[in-house]
């Protein structure tokens, strides 16, 4: 049984059909990556699956659980975290309060805990602990938003364009974390523009062409099929 | 402070720095103070000149009572609009509802006449259920949408009590309501403004330690985050249905209860007296004040009576005794909206955050034993 499946999930926004029966898995431990032009559905996919959009129809289960109908707060508590298209940090809080947020359903002593794994894979945000997140630089508000959704201990991490508006340098530090993130044993599922490092990363791939997925398949595979390297790749 | 401070003698410094450290972790004790501080000054500062020749001592009593009031009301507005971000325009319809649910159970109207007491906490109870009711249907709304909603239900309530004549007796309004005894110890004497001036500080007193007790719970921490990014907040788990009910319906207890007491103090309640401009005038005080800050929407509210009810009302007094030609002809308290509106005005070009900005504390969730991490 996969960790995360979406099968044949339809979701509109008003009349617009915007995911035209998207099925897709993650297993346990992998990365997957979602690959589309502007307008795709990655985003749609992801705010699908984290409840903030419901699918007309279709089912999302998570461990065979079905948890298409449920409000994003259970969604969370269940294990799947989704670090937010545009980072999102909450601005006028410190770097430890939107922490706290990202741990918002949990209580006890673990909590302390996760501080710390936290700042173990980002040290900048140690560095930043009390500073107010809205005067961060891009690249650590991206930080702080992957480490809010860490906090909540997922088992599966929504990642949506964490490339967005970085240097390329720290695109490459962000994806070295992600990578990090799932040695530890969090599945990802990865949103991106930048293909070519998301399928660097990542175990499998689908490619989502105007709300339906045309392609599945394994990361190094979709790197070399010459149609996804002409349309995603500029190669 | 520290600026203050440092100017004083040494022990006297140390004393501050000591009392400053122990108030600050034990916050509900310092407003206890604080507030202790303000009854005791207010009145003494009233007798001082120039202010004691504006009118008698009674007089001063009775409207700081009532300025006390809207400074209740907007704390209580500031919980909706301050911390959680949702934009209330029909405010003064829970206060209104808390008035007629005194008004009708302690009154000669119904002939029935049940203690004020146990009416405080139901008239904030009905608060909450409206305020619930009212939040429902409108939690997919924002902004402008929800604002212009609540707008609808700030008439609604009104409306209802003036058309409703058989229960609410229509534009005359209920009268000769009970004044808030306490049974075989005490009764109030309407000629004695005093008793109802220190009910009114202590219920400042519990109501400004609920909030702040809230501001720095979870469900504050929720409210903020909602305000901040409402997708982010959900996002992290937060569930944004309750929490924004939870915050319409604190809002909604805290104008219910002060509600009661205000058809008390006054013994009439008619729904003239809470139409749109009482919600606007709460707002505006939130605004000047500061939003989010409760100290400073509680002044904001209190100043904002003050001038409109004492100084407008002397001044114009004033130019007609002096019979100053064409000043003396100025009813000056019809320019209390034109003083609101230019202020408002000022304050969004000069100072949008309010005359004391909301400074955020860095707040940490306690853990399990109290302490704070």
Do not use: C
């Not at chain 1, 974390?177 to 990542?202: D, F, H, P």
């Amino acid at each position: 049984m996969a960790l995360l499946e979406l099968k044949d999930v339809n979701t509109y926004y008003g009349a617009v059909h915007a995911l035209r029966g998207v099925s897709l898995k993650v297993e346990e431990g992998e990365i997957v990556t979602l690959i589309g032009s502007n307008g795709a559905g990655k985003t749609t996919t992801l705010r699908t699956i984290s409840g903030l959009e419901r699918a007309r129809s279709g089912s999302i289960t998570l461990n065979g659980q079905s948890i298409e109908s449920l409000p994003p707060h259970q969604i969370v508590a269940l294990g799947i975290s989704h670090a937010p298209e545009g980072r999102r940090v909450f601005a006028r809080m410190s770097v430890r309060e939107n922490l706290e947020m990202g741990a918002f359903l949990r209580r006890g002593a673990d909590v302390e805990k996760d501080f710390q794994k936290v700042f173990e894979l980002f040290p900048r945000l140690k560095e930043r602990e009390f500073q107010a997140a809205g005067t961060m630089s891009g690249g650590e508000q991206q930080m702080l938003a992957i480490g809010r959704a860490l906090m909540a201990q997922p088992k599966i991490l929504l990642l949506d364009e964490p490339s967005m508006g970085l240097a390329p340098i720290l695109v490459e530090q962000i994806f070295d974390i992600v990578k990090e993130i799932n040695q530890r044993g969090t599945a990802v599922l990865l949103v991106e523009q930048n293909a070519m490092m998301a399928l660097g990363i990542a175990k499998r791939g689908y490619i989502l062409q105007i709300g339906e997925v045309t392609l599945g398949d394994d990361a190094a595979k979709l790197a070399n099929n010459p149609k996804v390297k002409e349309a995603y790749l500029g190669v | 402070m520290s600026r203050l401070t440092s100017r004083l003698p040494a022990p006297l410094a140390r004393l501050a720095a000591r009392l400053t450290t122990h108030f600050t972790s034990h916050r509900s004790q310092g407003i206890f103070f604080a507030i202790v501080a303000l009854g005791i000054l207010l009145p003494i500062l009233s007798r001082v000149p120039p202010f004691g020749a504006l009118q008698s001592i009674n007089a001063w009593t009775n409207a700081f009572t009532i300025a006390v009031i809207y400074s209740i009301l907007a704390i209580g507005l500031n919980v909706v609009i301050g911390f959680a971000g949702l934009l209330d325009l029909g405010y003064a319809a829970f206060f209104a509802l808390g008035g007629y649910t005194y008004a009708l159970v302690a009154s000669p109207f119904l002939n029935i006449h049940l203690p004020f007491w146990p009416v405080l906490i139901i008239g904030a109870i009905i608060g909450a259920i409206f305020g619930v009711l009212l939040g429902a249907p409108t939690l997919r709304l924002r902004g402008d949408y929800l604002a212009i909603v609540t707008l609808g239900f700030g008439e609604i309530v009104p409306i209802t009590l003036l058309n409703a004549d058989k229960f609410t007796a229509g534009t005359i309004g209920i009268g000769g309501i009970d004044k808030p005894n306490i049974p075989g110890l005490y009764n109030f004497d309407l000629t004695n403004p005093w008793p109802f001036y220190i009910l009114v500080l202590a219920m400042l007193a519990i109501v400004v330690i609920v909030v702040y007790r809230l501001e720095d719970s979870k469900i504050g921490r929720a409210w903020e985050a909602i305000r901040e990014d409402e997708l982010a907040a959900e996002s992290s788990g937060i569930n944004t249905t309750i929490s924004k009910l939870q915050a319409f319906a604190v809002g909604a207890a805290i104008a219910g209860f002060i509600g009661v007491f205000n058809a008390a103090k006054l013994t009439i309640v008619a729904p003239d007296m809470f139409g749109f401009v009482v919600s606007v005038s709460t707002l505006s005080a939130v605004v000047l004040g500061g939003m989010g800050n409760v100290v400073g929407v509680g002044i904001g509210a209190f100043v904002i009576y003050l001038i409109q009810s004492v100084f407008l009302k002397q001044l114009s007094i004033l130019f007609t005794q002096l019979s100053i030609p064409i000043l003396k002809d100025i009813d000056f308290l019809q320019f209390q909206y034109v003083l609101y509106g230019a202020a408002l005005v000022i304050m969004m070009l000069r100072r949008p955050q309010g005359i004391f900005p909301a400074r955020r504390r860095h707040r940490t969730f306690t853990d399990a034993t109290g302490n704070s991490k």
